[in-house]
């Protein structure tokens, strides 16, 4: 998939990541500042991905874990700081929960602070329903 968006690609084109933009975009999040370079190698080589690029710049992050029949999980969504307030996230979200891979199935995420964007795009909040296992 690439999808153009004024003048940002959205691409699942493994080839265009970047693995340091990538790593500095988790490093400033809430939920993977501890991971490892290793971790998030693998996580991308076991995933579904998508970048947002400005020009050659890598600017924004997705991950999907998905079984491509049942469901998804949509995690690790990242968009470079000086380019939120954009639309281009908005774009990202709208561009992975319609596309020809994911739009049929039930998609499922864990945020903090951002309910009201993926509620846009078909996600509610359920509270008490999920469990959580931690490593160790």
Not at 29 to 53: P, V
Not at 57 to 66: D, E, L, N
Not at 90 to 110: A, R
Request: charged share 25%.
């Amino acid at each position: 998939m690439n999808i153009t968006y004024n003048q940002f690609l959205i691409s699942d084109d493994k080839s265009l990541l970047q693995l340091d933009a990538i790593c500095g975009f988790l490093g400033r999040s809430y939920w993977a500042d501890r991971w490892s370079r290793e971790t998030i190698a693998k996580s991308i080589e076991n995933s579904l991905c998508y970048g947002i690029y400005d020009g050659g710049k890598q600017i924004g992050f997705a991950r999907v874990v998905t079984d491509y029949a049942t469901m998804y999980w949509l995690c690790d969504v990242y968009v470079d700081e000086t380019y939120r307030g954009t639309g281009i996230g908005k774009k990202l979200i709208e561009s992975i929960t319609s596309s020809d891979e994911l739009g049929g199935l039930s998609g499922i995420l864990g945020t903090k602070d951002a309910h009201g964007l993926y509620e846009q795009y078909g996600f509610v909040r359920i509270p008490d329903r999920f469990m959580r296992k931690f490593p160790g």
